[in-house]
């Protein structure tokens, strides 16, 4: 198993050493000590962590653009048409007007791709 071995200087300058062995990395202490007169020394022994990837969707909804200002019309003798108003946004309570969509269940990323579990080790 690999060891780690972290230690500062006597000038404060902070070092790392990665040993093979627990026997390795007490000889590098141990060297470190005697050597270099390094009394601040640390040992830890290090193991691999597993780690998968995957994919994940994130959907944000933009802000809506703003309508533009109707331009401003001279005042005429003439009585002014009708117009409808332009179509907005239904509200909530028009959502029965909506055709009803279909609901899906995501799918995970491992059954869609065919392979799943890739960098796995087990």
Do not use: C, W
């Not at 909804?61 to 409808?84: I, K, N, Q, Y």
């Not at 990323?109 to 796995?120: H, K, M, T």
């Amino acid at each position: 198993m690999t060891h780690m071995v972290i230690f500062r200087h006597p000038e404060g300058k902070a070092g790392y050493h990665q040993a093979e062995s627990l026997d390795d990395a007490v000889r590098f202490v141990e060297r470190l000590r005697n050597q270099e007169h390094v009394t601040d020394a640390r040992l830890f022994r290090m193991e691999e962590v597993p780690i998968e990837f995957r994919t994940y969707y994130k959907v944000e909804v933009g802000a809506a653009p703003a309508h533009p200002a109707a331009p401003a019309h001279p005042a005429s003798t003439a009585p002014a048409a009708t117009t409808p108003p332009p179509a907005t946004e239904p509200a909530n309570g028009d959502a029965a007007e909506l055709a009803p969509q279909a609901v899906l269940d995501p799918a995970p990323v491992e059954a869609v791709a065919g392979r799943g579990r890739r960098f796995s080790r087990s």
